[in-house]
């Protein structure tokens, strides 16, 4: 089982729709990040995370650390927000990221 | 542009060789990881340098080394290359540690063949 679940692996709406993507872990954490990875292949961090909740525009990031979990909700969606949206966590006191497999998401006009 | 340089960005080698792989970080931040993406085991951390100097090691080949020069950019040596080393490697730098979050860089395109 990997340390860093993501659901779901692929995710198709439409335009405006409201998505959540979630992301379970399985070992202490010292932060979670939310990053985004075009079709070009460049990586975005979009936020980090050790509690509650960040917004950024449409995009926001909560974590519930005694339930290890996260979650990135995107308001209104849109077709640029096509992506593959990546979890990592950051293992307490070490300084590596350990990823999830990502989830796909696919926003049709 | 993220402020994190990465070159080439795209490299096509055959079986055996040895490449170098070149990254800058955003001016002012000190440490630099290596990731490595591959179809079947996306993402991967490979090394991280602070400052010139070897902080944590991933899951790095022995054929694999990198290092951090005085002017904080770092070079990943990959060697005797496999089909398997095929991947698209990511540097990313931060500030100090990682509790300060990550740019990452565009990425090099590895195929060897």
């Known amino acids: 089982k990997n340390e860093v679940e993501q659901s779901p692996q692929n995710l198709t709406a439409q335009e405006g729709e409201f998505i959540t993507i979630n992301c379970s872990y399985s070992?202490?954490?010292?932060?979670l990040h939310w990053l985004q990875q075009h079709p070009g292949g460049g990586i975005v961090s979009l936020f980090m995370l050790s509690s509650g909740k960040k917004k950024h525009g449409r995009l926001i990031a909560t974590i519930n650390i005694q339930e290890k979990h996260s979650s990135l909700h995107i308001t209104a969606s849109h077709p640029r927000d096509s992506a593959v949206y990546i979890c990592a966590v950051r293992l307490g006191g070490a300084q590596k990221l350990v990823f999830g497999q990502g989830t796909r998401l696919t926003i049709n006009p | 542009d993220s402020g994190v340089t990465q070159t080439p960005k795209h490299l096509i080698t055959a079986t055996g060789q040895r490449v170098t792989l070149r990254c800058s970080p955003r001016?002012?931040?000190?440490?630099v990881y290596w990731y490595q993406q591959s179809l079947d085991q996306g993402l991967q951390f490979l090394i991280q340098y602070y400052n010139g100097e070897e902080r944590a090691k991933g899951n790095i080949l022995e054929r694999f080394s990198a290092q951090q020069f005085p002017d904080l950019h770092s070079e990943l040596n990959l060697s005797s290359l496999e089909l398997g080393d095929s991947a698209l490697y990511f540097c990313?730098?931060?500030?100090?540690?990682?509790?300060?979050?990550?740019?990452f860089g565009s990425g090099t395109r590895l195929t060897v063949v």
């Open positions: 990313a730098s931060s500030v100090a540690d990682s509790s300060y979050g990550y740019t």
């Open positions: 070992v202490g954490i010292s932060a």
């Open positions: 001016s002012g931040d000190l440490s």
